[in-house]
């Protein structure tokens, strides 16, 4: 089952950040915070996964509360080619499988 | 590209007859996982391989469907006396073993009618 609570939609202005939260309130110490996006009629892609401390890449930016509890994915500038679904996820690093929940629609407004 | 390839992209059947998808993985992926993603939820774990082994089935894949991975290589799933309720994405994703990124194909989305 599903570690994680998510929204199940929101809205973003196109070229405003969108953050999108995910709760996962009894994540373990080995445990990891991935997120997935899926564009419609393609298969989940990567984009970003953390520990502890915040990471970043060329796609997004991950927030990890302290007790790492929670967490908020970051799109800083928004294109309508972002609008998917978002999949948070946590998971043993390397772990054997990926586990999905229902994951939030994001929805780009132009 | 040599990302993560499914045939058929698209497979209508009629109930009760078998049908075969295939997964080709990004090479030298030792890890092939399939998935079943229905309209408007996230995608279910079905089974996993490492190299040619069966490591894990998921008890969503009822003794209808069968996956196979016999050179370590490819993958198939056989569905047997398809359901309506088969009706899905099937999703394969590939990944190299001791790497944290899954990279998942389009899908083969299957209408039993």
């Known amino acids: 089952d599903a570690k994680t609570t998510q929204p199940t939609s929101m809205d973003c202005a196109e070229g405003r950040a969108a953050n999108l939260p995910c709760n996962h309130s009894t994540i373990s110490g080995n445990e990891y915070v991935y997120w997935y996006r899926q564009i419609h009629s393609q298969g989940p892609q990567y984009i970003i996964h953390?520990?502890?401390n915040n990471e970043t890449n060329e796609m997004a930016s991950l927030i990890i509360t302290e007790d790492r509890k929670s967490s908020t994915l970051i799109l800083p500038h928004a294109t309508l080619r972002d609008t998917a679904v978002y999949y948070c996820?946590?998971?043993?690093?390397?772990?054997?499988?990926?586990?999905f929940g229902k994951g939030t629609r994001l929805h780009i407004l132009p | 590209d040599t990302g993560v390839s499914q045939d058929p992209r698209h497979k209508i059947t009629k109930r009760g007859q078998n049908v075969t998808f295939r997964c080709d993985p990004i090479s030298e992926h030792n890890r092939l996982y399939w998935y079943r993603q229905t309209l408007g939820q996230g995608p279910e774990f079905l089974t996993y391989?490492?190299?040619?082994?069966?490591?894990?089935k998921s008890r969503l894949l009822s003794d209808r469907f069968s996956a196979e991975r016999p050179k370590g290589s490819f993958s198939t799933l056989e569905i047997q006396r398809t359901e309506q309720g088969d009706s899905a994405m099937y999703l394969c994703?590939?990944?190299?073993?001791?790497?944290?990124?899954?990279?998942f194909g389009q899908g083969t989305r299957l209408t039993v009618v």
């Open positions: 953390g520990l502890k």
């Open positions: 996820i946590v998971r043993v690093e390397r772990d054997d499988k990926i586990i």
């Open positions: 994703a590939s990944s190299a073993q001791g790497t944290t990124e899954a990279f």
């Open positions: 391989f490492q190299n040619e082994a069966q490591l894990e």
